[in-house]
């Protein structure tokens, strides 16, 4: 797999792997660890989605001025390094039981992958600007995306034993282990890096750091305050009279104006040689927004699926052998009379007095009525967040598929372009929604719950639009981006990540207000369609600028 690439790729995608490992073992039990009635946060669906969606939204938007650093200050090394270490300890103090200390400790993961994430994919891309790795590089990052997928798969299986065995802190403290193996990792190979860690340095024209921070980033927190600050109108749906759903929600979109305005400079500012691959890269980046708004629904809203819509039992030598290891745990049915449910509480009269019962396993609330156990039976159940391993469990199948494909429509001169695979990932991620729309009709529209193979079938389709898409967009932006502000372009692609993150959680916060389940999967499955419509229309123009700049 290595033979035909830069010997840096092994320690980037090892360095990647265990990154990814961390923050997708965290990810993974993030909002599950917040609706915890008993040792977590006790959150509502709508609190727990929108905080995630805040959270993974600011995760992707620090690459902005990650980017920045690397390429003007600090260079890839150091900015990677130190990254990485704040994620590491951002990781492990997550499992401190007090707010004000989780808020922190998501500060710290928020700015560490700011300086990590862009910089690692720019580094990646350096060493594939060499005339004997340029035909490789959409393949380099297929196997770089790949490494990525390793961590985010075997993760989950450690974040249910150590949750399972010792509780939620132990398994966020293997996150923050598994960042810091990352970044052992990455210093392991520092002599196959060379020089393309170095800065590239302020180059003639460039906006001033010092004017970046007057003209970009204290307008983005005054607007972010304003959004926090300011009211709409307020209704009996809306009584808070939020903008756009919630507080964080308002005080975010208001705090990317700038931002956003910043990028569409570039290209008004941009030399004549520049302006359309500026231009092409920030069309891409606006179609992408609404991709990453259904698919990081993966850890809300489908994790929501996972948890509570699909039939988790496990029996046989399965349940020997997930017992052993720690996968599962047991739950003792009790019989539901006269009751209700708030958040994860069950609520019943005893002797005329409302009572919270806090330990009543509510997986019992959609079993059908037919394969309800009898009254004080066990069961076994997996751990819920292991269905955040089905899409890379896809991801590492069907890569080596994918690249072998492409390898052959290569050798036969027939590769389609950059964003025509892109086009056709948004279309077939578009496709993978259906997949839901038909598990809520075969659950009776979450009434029973219904087999894991739907969310198999599910992450199967969109992971192959994803293959199509996520990796192709990191070399498209390394391809297209002038010399000098290729990690800016980077922290670009980020940027439109985490708007799209933040749409995201607020999608999954309207989970509960959807009578029809079907209806909110419709929803998801228009707002793919229309970026599908729209890529494919921009595909000329596109084509047209990859053409000009000699790249495929």
């Known amino acids: 797999m290595w033979k035909n690439h830069p010997k840096a790729l092994p320690f980037l995608f090892l360095s990647e792997m265990w990154e990814r490992f961390g923050y997708y073992l965290m990810i993974g039990i993030f909002t599950l660890y917040l609706k915890d009635v008993e040792t977590g946060f006790a959150m509502t669906e709508k609190e727990a989605s929108d905080l995630y969606g805040t959270f993974i939204a600011l995760v992707f938007l620090t690459p902005f001025i990650g980017g920045l650093v690397a390429d ?13 270490i704040l994620m590491g300890i951002g990781y492990m103090m997550m499992g401190i039981h007090d707010k004000t200390i989780l808020y922190l400790a998501m500060t710290l993961v928020i700015v560490g992958n700011g300086f990590f994430k862009p910089n690692i994919s720019t580094l990646l891309g350096n060493f594939y600007s060499e005339d004997k790795y340029k035909e490789q590089k959409d393949e380099g990052y297929n196997i770089f ?36 193996i990352g970044v052992l990792v990455f210093v392991l190979g520092t002599k196959h890096y060379g020089d393309k860690t170095a800065k590239k340095g302020t180059q003639p024209g460039d906006m001033p750091f010092s004017k970046i921070v007057l003209f970009i980033l204290l307008p983005s927190v005054i607007f972010g305050i304003i959004g926090w600050l300011i009211k709409g109108v307020a209704s009996d749906t809306n009584p808070e009279a939020f903008i756009f ?22 290209y008004f500012r941009a030399k004549t040689d520049e302006k359309r691959p500026i231009g092409a890269l920030l069309a891409i980046f606006a179609v992408v927004i609404l991709f990453w708004a259904v698919f990081k629904l993966n850890g809300s809203a489908l994790n929501n699926w996972g948890d509570k819509y699909t039939d988790r039992e496990v029996s046989g030598l ?15 049915y009790k019989k539901d009379s006269v009751a209700v449910y708030d958040n994860a509480f ?40 292991l269905s955040q391993s089905i899409n890379p469990f896809w991801v590492i199948v069907l890569t080596p598929l994918v690249v072998a494909f492409f390898t052959f429509l290569r050798s036969r001169k027939k590769e389609p372009s950059t964003p025509t695979k892109i086009a056709f990932g948004l279309l077939i991620s578009a496709l993978s929604v ?14 029973e719950k219904v087999s894991v193979l739907w969310l198999f079938a599910n992450y199967g389709v969109i992971t192959i639009g994803e293959l199509l898409l996520s990796p192709m967009g990191l070399s498209v932006v390394s391809k297209l981006s002038p010399v000098n502000i290729t990690s800016l372009m980077m922290g670009g692609w980020f940027l439109a990540t985490s708007i799209g993150n933040k749409l995201s959680g607020v999608l999954a916060s309207m989970w509960d207000s959807y009578d029809n389940k079907a209806d909110f999967f419709w929803v998801n499955f228009g707002l793919l369609l229309f970026a599908t419509l729209l890529m494919f229309a921009l595909l000329k123009q596109l084509n047209t600028v990859m053409r000009e700049r000699g790249i495929n």
């Open 346 to 385: 069950r609520i019943q009269k005893v002797n005329g007095e409302v009572v919270k019962e806090v330990n009543y396993p509510l997986y019992f609330r959609n079993v059908a009525p037919d394969k309800l156990p009898k009254e004080g039976t066990k069961i076994s159940v997996w751990a819920s967040n």
């Open 245 to 266: 759903g919630s507080d964080s929600t308002d005080a975010f979109i208001f705090a990317c104006i700038p931002v956003v305005l910043f990028y569409s400079s570039l």
């Open 318 to 332: 399965a349940k020997d052998i997930t017992d052993n290891i720690k996968l599962t745990k047991e739950l003792e």
């Open 434 to 447: 259906l997949v839901m729309v038909l598990a809520v009709k075969a659950g009776n529209n979450g009434s």
């Open 145 to 180: 995306y790949m490494g990525i997928n390793v961590g985010a798969f075997i993760c989950n299986f450690f974040g249910a034993v150590f949750e399972n065995l010792f509780g939620w802190t132990a398994a966020f403290m293997v996150a923050g282990v598994g960042m810091f």
């Open 72 to 84: 003007r200050y600090w260079g890839y090394k150091k900015s990677i390094i130190i990254g990485g």
